[in-house]
T-cell receptor
């Protein structure tokens, strides 16, 4: 079955450490997205990529970095510059058109040690 | 800027009908989508309205009025499993990027 796989499900970060969240999709979608969700809040866009080797900042990109070397993969690195990284991180993908639904992974919950 | 407003929470009883409203301010409007998210889970797509009117999918219906910049999600014959957060979302730009509302937490009581 096609879908999006995020790993790990839970992640703990030490002070000053960079951590990388994995996102893989086998839906053959061109577009991929990373969102951050805080308790009781909506989804805020961190980065998005419409095509391989290209990506753009979303609304809250500071302290995060991404790469898109393969169509299937869009990893997110939470750097030490992100001072409040504790949140639920969701990866999504879609066909690259305005009216297409986004398909989400099960998320990674990141906490500070 | 672009924004979508929806109530933070709604409570209803099992078997009832509930309506979740969404008002939006976006540039270059392409339509309104609805997503459901159970606590701690992945959002899942429910419906999309590109044109004015009502779209029905089983117990769920979604309505759009572009002249009023307004839409709603209608849930009928509520079940306990419908307790979840519901997000409206609108496309932003020509690609697949979306702007999400803050979400409405629906609690279904026995």
């Amino acid at each position: 079955d096609g879908g999006i796989t995020q790993s790990p499900k839970y992640l703990f970060r030490k002070e000053g450490q960079n951590v990388t969240l994995s996102c893989e999709q086998n839906l053959n979608h061109d577009a991929m997205y990373w969102y951050r969700q805080d308790p009781g809040q909506g989804l805020r866009l961190i980065y998005y990529s419409q095509i391989v080797n290209d990506f753009q900042k979303g609304d809250i990109a500071e302290g995060y970095s991404v790469s898109r070397e393969k169509k299937e993969s869009f990893p997110l690195t939470v750097t030490s510059a992100q001072k409040n990284p504790t949140a639920f991180y969701l990866c999504a993908s879609s066909i690259r058109q305005p009216n297409q639904p986004q398909h989400f992974g099960d998320g990674t919950r990141l906490s500070i040690l | 800027g672009q924004s979508l407003e929806q109530p933070s929470e709604v409570t209803a009883v099992e078997g009832a009908i509930v309506q979740i409203n969404c008002t939006y301010q976006t540039s270059g409007f392409y339509g309104l989508s609805w997503y459901q998210q159970h606590d701690g889970g992945a959002p899942t797509f429910l419906s999309y309205n590109a044109l004015d009117g009502l779209e029905e999918t089983g117990r769920f219906s979604s309505f759009l009025s572009r002249s009023d910049s307004y839409g709603y999600l209608l849930l009928q014959e509520l079940q306990m499993k419908d307790s979840a957060s519901y997000f409206c979302a609108a496309p932003s730009g020509q690609g697949g990027k979306l702007i999400f509302g803050q979400g409405t937490e629906l609690s279904v009581k026995p």
